[in-house]
């Protein structure tokens, strides 16, 4: 099971490097098991770590990610940051621009996979190159990078992130019309939704794929009315639907989210991947 750190401690991977890695990962205070499993409400112990591979705009990077047990059922819980996506080595703010590039604008997949996979493509608050960890990491990085290891990409790779996101607009945007009014926003300041075409349409193979990217193009419009953000919504999307939506759920991945105890859990459900 997935318990992501808290956002508090750390929530972006620029955030991490200038932290030198040195993140205080607080052990989870219950087994997150339902009762019926376990239930146990005494705090895990620490059980290691494994590492995980980080890819942030062309740098790969090695974690480690810690690990607790529980002492009644013996069952393990990982705690990654919540910068991570569960079983995806690009961080969420990679896989986020991705789908704000395309969603926004004319696009494709292989001029994505491009500028994923450069540090001079990364926007100023985004750029990890000055950070302490990035410093002393250098030359183990740079060797990563010559021995081409994966550190880009693929554009079938960025396909299947905005496939993913064009499969879940449609349910996204009907959540995103709640938050608004839960906000108390006025959705009569949304463009009508006939009025938003996404730049990408005319390349669907499908009257369905190209009726999806066109949602997904609504959705970010409806984000940025939600979240007062402008050009790149889709991060700031997901942090909110983990964090404060009624509705919480990752945006960028269908693993199942949710802790089973979270009622009695000191963190909110939304931390709990
Ligand atoms: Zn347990």
Redesign the pocket.
Known sequence: MIVAVERKACDSFRQFCEMNGEVEVERPSH?P?PKE????LRPMRRNGSYPKQVIYWGLLFVLAILRFR??????TVSRPYSWLVPYKRFSAEVIATAIDEYASSESSYRELSDSLSEAEFVEEQDDVRQSKLFVQQKESLSEARTKKDGSRPSHTTVFRWVEYACRQAESSIQQLQKELIRRGKDLKQLPPESAIENANTYKARSKTKAEELDRLAFATVAARGLLDEGKRPWRKLRTYFLAKAEFCKDLLTSTPTGCQLHRLCNLRSAEVF
């Open positions: 087994c098991r499993e376990c239930g146990s529980c002492g009644r059922c013996g069952r």
